[in-house]
């Protein structure tokens, strides 16, 4: 039957004399097929910095002042013809901590900071960069210092009309007018972290990985300011590192396609088919 599935079930008489069988079947509904990701990219930081609130912006384009972050923890987006898997860390930075498997075999990275709170940049070094141990040897770090809506008058306007409009449709809802959405708003709260905070940190990464600084990504271009509330920036950062992990699964593809495994592995370690070093 096109579009159901079905379970063939033996039936097993409670008699052991006559051992019927009868062939049982069940139409079960239809469940979408799971798509395979073909690469992984972890959201983290300290609770209430923004991450899941960056998530659904990007995802649902909307900003929610209260979103709970148990439940979807794990977000599927088709980029041409790839799938990326997106984690947010479902409350467990709050509550039970997060193991290793959560940045296993990751390939991109994001740190995020709330530009308005100084700890939340320290604990990025001091709690959740031994995490990333687990990630990819050629994982991408990006650092992200989020709610720049309250600190700068260039992140209070939406980001899109798109988005104005659905911030406006909310306004009417709520019958609450929105201060941030107005680009004649000033921002509200003292910066606390500022850019070259977050470019000092992205060098100690890079020396903590042991990565050349001269032949890894600058990190001009991978510490970014975002307002999940406006949208600032949340496209740019998505898909800047969309972009970037497109090789490591070009890299994977080509891998998986080849009759002979050999290539490098998510470890960068060279493997013969038996599985040993070479
Ligand atoms: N002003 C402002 N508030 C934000 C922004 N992003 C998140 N928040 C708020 O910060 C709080 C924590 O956000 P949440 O996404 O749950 O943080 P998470 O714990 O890191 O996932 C919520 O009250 C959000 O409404 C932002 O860009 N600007
Ligand atoms: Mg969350």
């Keep these: 039957m096109k579009g159901r599935y079905s379970i063939d079930i ?11 069988k009868r062939r049982v079947q069940r139409a079960m509904p239809d469940y979408p097929k799971m798509k395979k990701p073909d690469v992984k990219l972890v959201i983290l930081g300290d609770m209430n910095v923004g991450k899941t609130s960056l998530l659904h912006r990007y995802t649902e384009r909307k900003f929610k002042d ?15 013809p790839y799938n990326i898997s997106i984690w947010d ?17 990751a390939a991109a990275v994001i740190l995020t900071y709330d530009v308005t709170n100084w700890q939340s940049l320290a604990e990025l070094e001091d709690r959740f960069l031994s995490l990333t141990d687990t990630a990819n040897s050629d994982c991408i770090f990006a650092i992200v210092g989020n709610k720049s809506d309250l600190t700068d008058t260039k992140a209070l306007v939406m980001e899109s009309e798109e988005e104005q409009e659905a911030n406006d449709e909310d306004e009417r809802k709520e019958g609450v007018p929105r201060a941030f ?18 470019m000092a940190l ?9 990565l050349d600084e001269k032949a890894s990504l600058p990190a001009e271009r991978m510490c970014f300011e975002t307002s999940a509330k406006t949208g600032y920036n949340v496209d740019l950062l998505f898909e800047t590192l969309f972009d970037m992990v497109l090789p490591t699964m070009l890299r994977r593809k080509s891998a998986s396609d080849s009759p002979t495994v050999d290539l490098e592995d998510g470890d960068g370690v060279k493997r013969t088919k038996a599985g040993c070093c070479a």
């Design 66 to 80: 209260t979103i709970s972050t148990v439940g979807g923890a794990f977000y599927l987006k088709q980029w041409g």
């Design 10 to 20: 033996d039936i097993v008489a409670a008699s052991p004399s006559r051992t019927a």
């Design 202 to 210: 992205y060098n100690r990464i890079l020396r903590y990985k042991l």
């Design 181 to 198: 959405a107005s680009p004649t708003a000033q921002p509200a709260i003292r910066k606390q972290v500022y850019r070259e905070d977050a």
């Design 89 to 105: 860390t479902a409350g467990r930075e709050q509550f039970h901590g997060l193991g290793s498997l959560y940045c296993r075999g």
